[in-house]
């Protein structure tokens, strides 16, 4: 399944409501399922955990949605390498990515 196939799904479900629900209240409903994706990584809850991951992922499309943003092409830029240095494999620094 492509992206934007899920986007259009997500969209026929859920567009009424979401228009409806607007932006600030949809961002709080995205929020609280990244908490509870914390929870379940934290908790060790694999089962949870997957489950966290498609509601943090539908929340942030369904955000798209109400955004009017086209995810697939808004992460597009990511397949043609890193946007910090535009390698496939990043080089950049590593204060800027964290790893250490
Ligand atoms: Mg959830
Ligand atoms: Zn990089």
Redesign the pocket.
């Known amino acids: 399944m492509r992206i934007s196939e899920f986007q259009r799904i997500i969209n026929e479900m859920y567009s009424d409501k979401d228009r409806q629900r607007g932006s600030a209240k949809t961002f709080l409903w995205f929020a609280e399922e990244v908490g509870e994706l914390a929870s379940a990584i934290a908790n060790d809850d694999k089962q949870n955990t997957v489950e966290e991951f498609a509601d943090v992922f539908a929340w942030l499309v369904t955000l798209a949605n109400v955004e009017g943003v086209d995810l697939e092409d808004a992460v597009r830029k990511f397949t043609e390498g890193?946007p910090?240095?535009g390698?496939m494999e990043?080089?950049?620094d590593n204060k800027l990515?964290n790893v250490s």
């Open positions: 890193c910090g240095c390698k990043c080089q950049c990515t």
